[in-house]
């Protein structure tokens, strides 16, 4: 007798014959559950290519662990904080770093930016080297060469390697009282761009300088830094050469891993990932009233049958099984179907790129087990609930005429 109820579902589901109203409005309701797994898993896997591209753009955008000075930007004793660091066997490099903002002038052009004063070892720690685009990484013999943003350069137009052409960096002077001459107001300093790099969204405006230009431009002593930047031999041991750190280091200083740099930005990513994850949830839910509407018209249609079979004696719990199980079927077929098209799309979207979200990108997709998961649950937990629930007829329904 267990059998019997599934077995009539699938009939309900498969035959032939039968009402074209029952068939068509059944298909309907698998169709529209198909569209709506499809939708979900085909977003959802864009939003895994998203995290991937976006930890590709903030990669090198912070070391594995940044000192900054508790107290104002500038640190206090750095020199003796660079003897700590040295002793650490796990620290691979470490690199001083001053930044600030900067007014930069080119043949009438100007515009405000990021300077980022680096010393020589800074590369070994951030390998922004590796992404020049043009030109070449300054070599640091002279404190005027720097490195640009190429949406800047663009912007500005200044010649890369021009000895003829420099542009002129504009720091604002601190200080109190008249301002009797222009030398008052600001330090400036003439620049020779060396290479170019793409700044990825992240470090958009940004100039790359020798920190002895930072530091003459700011007023600044030397082998002073606004952070220090260390990279380590073996990044999964962050949390411990941290805590380390921490304990040799004092209360001066706050140490910050490349995580909780980044905590803001990834804060944002899974909150934008979980709202289209409700959104779509929300899409299926309201699916899933095709399934309920599935339920009703084969109720209506198939109530002779059912009358026939209560008088044989079939049970009416078996009865309302077997609605269930022809919920669970329609449910089930538009999930397997959704998916494959799914994954068909995305498939298609990783070996073409044919969707874009500029002229030279394409949405980038990664398709993982957990996203099957997800929507499958989605999909199943909200049409075994509607199933349920419109499969309870009562047994007037069944015997009254």
Not at 113 to 119: H, Q
Not at 373 to 400: C, E, H, Q
């Amino acid at each position: 007798m267990k059998n019997i109820a599934f077995y009539i579902a699938s009939r309900y589901l498969i035959s032939k014959k039968g009402s074209t109203a029952v068939t068509f409005i059944t298909w309907l309701a698998v169709g529209a559950m198909s569209v709506a797994v499809t939708a979900m898993f085909v977003i959802i896997s864009v939003f895994s290519g998203l995290e991937d591209f976006n930890a590709d753009l903030v990669k090198d955008l912070h070391a594995d662990i940044t000192v900054k000075s508790t107290a104002g930007k500038t640190i206090k004793n750095p020199s003796e904080i660079l003897k700590v660091l040295k002793q650490n066997k796990d620290i691979s490099q470490f690199s001083r770093v001053i930044e600030e903002k900067i007014y930069i002038n080119f043949n009438g052009k100007g515009d405000i930016a990021y300077l980022r004063g680096v010393d020589s070892v800074y590369a070994q720690v951030n390998p922004i080297h590796k992404s020049i685009v043009y030109g070449t990484y300054p070599d640091f013999k002279f404190k005027d060469e720097v490195l640009i943003e190429n949406s800047l350069d663009l912007r500005l137009s200044i010649p890369v390697n021009s000895e003829k052409d420099m542009a002129t960096l504009y720091m604002p002077k601190p200080g109190k009282g008249l301002i009797n001459k222009e030398e008052d107001i600001y330090n400036r300093k003439n620049i020779f761009v060396t290479g170019v790099f793409p700044g990825k969204e992240q470090l958009n405006n940004y100039i790359i300088a020798p920190i002895s230009l930072a530091e003459e431009l700011l007023n600044l002593p030397k082998n002073s830094a606004y952070n220090i930047v260390i990279k380590l031999k073996n990044p999964d041991r962050t949390n411990d050469v941290k805590l380390e750190l921490e304990k040799s280091l004092g209360k001066n200083v706050i140490l910050s891993t490349k995580s909780e740099e980044n905590a803001a930005f990834w804060k944002m990513i899974n909150t934008e990932k979980l709202f289209i994850y409700l959104i779509f949830g929300l899409v299926i839910f309201i699916t899933t009233f095709n399934l309920a509407g599935a339920i009703i018209i084969l109720q209506l249609d198939k109530r002779e049958q059912a009358r026939s079979l209560v008088s044989l004696g079939f049970p009416l719990s078996h009865l309302r099984k077997t609605y269930f199980y022809t919920g669970l079927l329609i449910v089930f077929a538009g999930i397997l179907t959704g998916l494959l098209i799914g994954t068909a799309l995305c498939v298609f979207q990783e070996y073409t790129g044919l969707f874009k979200v500029v002229d030279d990108l394409p949405f980038p997709v990664r398709i993982e087990g957990k996203n099957y998961l997800i929507v499958a649950a989605t999909a199943a937990g909200f049409g075994i609930l509607i199933s349920w629930f419109f499969s309870k007829i009562s047994k007037g329904y069944i015997t009254k005429n």
